[in-house]
């Protein structure tokens, strides 16, 4: 008897909704044992060789839940159509955006402020399928595009202004991370002659 194949939506919203139980597992526990405090321990910390480590974690961790409630309706809609391109480069932009945007809020953010939120991911996203839909002209990636525009395209205007408790630095370099990641993996049509630099 042959063994039933997976349907690719049933495994992709199961990375999806795993990631996000991460985020409300860690914000749980943040906000009821106080002495732990993940967001000043492990949040990036601006020009300051302890907030290093951040970097890699502080994606994962969220101020409060209407911090983390905030962000978890977006992360997974926009994190959902990402992984229409294939799981590969939903994996690829999230790392590459979370490292190159964490280097650069920890080289120009504030000194003396601490950065964390989900946020990234998601501007990076937002950048990766606008870009996606720039370069192939295809017609499904533009629907995808005008999708995540029409509900969370005003996301965009966030990076021109600043306001305390955003990280407007984050916003931009996820936003920027993810047009380069879509430039890096995706190939327009044969005719144009581009490859993806990094088949993912």
């Known amino acids: 008897m042959g063994k039933i194949k997976r349907s690719p939506f049933f495994d992709n919203s199961l990375l999806l909704f795993s990631i996000v139980i991460i985020f409300w597992i860690i914000t749980t526990i943040d906000q009821n044992i106080p ?107 533009c629907l995808v595009a005008l999708i995540a525009s029409i509900f969370y395209g005003a996301l965009i205007l966030t990076l021109l202004y600043q306001k305390n408790g955003i990280s407007w630095h984050g916003h931009f370099f996820g936003f920027t991370t993810g047009i380069i990641s879509a430039i890096l993996v995706t190939p327009t049509p044969a005719k144009k002659k581009w490859k993806a630099i990094i088949k993912v």
């Open 35 to 141: 002495e732990w405090n993940f967001t000043l321990s492990y949040g990036i910390k601006a020009r300051d060789l302890d907030g290093i480590l951040g970097i890699f974690i502080a994606p994962f961790l969220h101020v409060n839940y209407q911090h983390l409630i905030g962000n978890t309706l977006p992360f997974l809609a926009l994190g959902g159509l990402v992984l229409l391109s294939g799981r590969g480069r939903f994996i690829f932009t999230s790392i590459l955006s979370g490292v190159i945007s964490g280097l650069g809020i920890w080289i120009f953010a504030k000194e003396g402020t601490v950065h964390v939120g989900s946020s990234i991911l998601i501007f990076s996203y937002l950048g990766f399928l606008l870009m996606q839909a720039w370069f192939t002209r295809n017609i499904k990636w």
